[in-house]
């Protein structure tokens, strides 16, 4: 079974705040997803990355930043926390296979509360 | 524009009854279309998926519908249960690609005994 973790389940900062969410997959995947997951709207793409060390926008990566080191493990990161990005994130990964519709796995989310 | 839309946005039903939830998407070139569970407090969880050549496929209780040609999807569920109270996601890859999805706004059942 995959499984993709993410470090905390809920957290709770402060505005200005430098905040680490982590996120770690068990099925050496390629590719790696940050969303942010709003009420009434869809998951929307913050960052991903398809090999260690690269990384590519998604749609809305303002106020972001992402790091990954090991192929496993896909941190997002928010240089000062702003009540705006009070949120559910959740991370995803998903091989890279040639043809075929491939799915991306989520991890359980990390609901963040910015104060 | 590229978009998933679903509907109803919630949805209540009793325990044992059947219901029908929809998905319109605009999304071009069309490649497959997803639909994803996810309970209260849980990452979404792959139920199924359509490609362009598929009309229905049923996982359990869920059968999956595809029009292509009118771009919908539904997902029906029969004979529901308490466990099936979640959100209903359907989600599209944009441009072809796996790595840039669409996804819909989500539908939210409550499955009431």
């Known amino acids: 079974d995959v499984k993709v973790t993410q470090s905390s389940r809920y957290l709770v900062k402060r505005t200005g705040e430098k905040v680490f969410l982590e996120c770690v997959q068990d099925?050496?995947?390629?590719?790696m997803f940050w969303y942010r997951q709003d009420p009434g709207l869809g998951l929307r793409l913050i960052y991903f990355s398809y090999d260690v060390k690269m990384k590519e926008k998604g749609d809305i990566p303002e106020g972001y930043s992402v790091s990954r080191e090991k192929k496993e493990r896909f941190s997002l990161i928010l240089e000062s926390a702003s009540t705006n990005q009070t949120s559910m994130y959740l991370c995803?990964?998903?091989?890279?296979?040639?043809?075929?519709?491939?799915?991306?796995?989520f991890g359980p989310g990390t609901r963040l509360t910015v104060l | 524009k590229n978009q998933v839309e679903q509907s109803p946005q919630s949805l209540i039903i009793l325990e044992g009854k059947n219901c029908t939830l929809q998905?319109?998407?605009?999304?071009?070139?069309?490649?497959?279309l997803r639909w994803y569970k996810q309970d209260t407090g849980r990452g979404p969880v792959s139920l199924t998926i359509m490609t362009f050549s598929e009309n229905t496929k049923s996982n359990g209780r869920y059968t999956a519908t595809l029009d292509a040609d009118t771009k919908q999807s539904s997902l029906h569920i029969t004979a529901s249960q308490l466990s099936d109270s979640a959100s209903y996601i359907c989600?599209?890859?944009?441009?072809?690609?796996?790595?840039?999805?669409?996804f819909g706004a989500g539908t939210r059942l409550a499955v009431h005994p």
């Open positions: 989600v599209v890859p944009f441009s072809g690609g796996y790595n840039k999805l669409i």
């Open positions: 099925m050496d995947h390629e590719n």
């Open positions: 995803a990964s998903r091989p890279t296979r040639a043809g075929g519709a491939n799915e991306q796995f």
């Open positions: 998905c319109n998407y605009t999304v071009s070139p069309f490649s497959n």
